[in-house]
Nanobody
Framework: QVQLVESGGGMVLAGTSLRLSCAAS????????MGWFRQAPGKEREFVAA????????YYKDSVKGRLTISRDNAKNTVNLQMNSLKPEDTAVYYC??????????????????WGQGTQVTVSS
């Protein structure tokens, strides 16, 4: 059983940056592809970014390409989401997820085996 705990959310102005982190425990971290999802008020949860087990492959939602960057540190059992040039439409609860399949599968299907509790990101104009 993998436990995921997100941190780093907050309220920021448009155009600024935030860095989200997700700490994993209870499993062999490098066995899991990792990803970030988000859910805005009144909307369904959507895929944001995913990273392969060794960090060699990444996938992004089109609207965040060039602004958000996913990375992982297998020595520290963490996955991060660097968010730059934030926009009001990035406002959502952000969730960390782990899958025993692949990052590509997570990107295509939104599949996740384990989920964190989420961290709120609010971007005001």
């Amino acid at each position: 059983q993998v436990q995921l705990v997100e941190s780093g959310g907050g309220m920021v102005l448009a155009g600024t940056s935030l860095r989200l982190s997700c700490a994993a425990s209870g499993g062999t971290f490098e066995r899991y592809a990792m990803g970030w999802f988000r859910q805005a008020p009144g909307k369904e949860r959507e895929f944001v970014a995913a990273i392969s087990r060794n960090g060699g492959s990444t996938y992004y939602k089109d609207s965040v390409k060039g602004r958000l960057t996913i990375s992982r540190d297998n020595a520290k059992n963490t996955v991060n989401l660097q968010m730059n040039s934030l926009k009001p439409e990035d406002t959502a609860v952000y969730y960390c997820a782990a899958t025993g399949t692949t990052a590509h599968t997570m990107y295509l299907s939104g599949a996740g085996d384990y989920w964190g509790q989420g961290t709120q990101v609010t971007v005001s104009s």
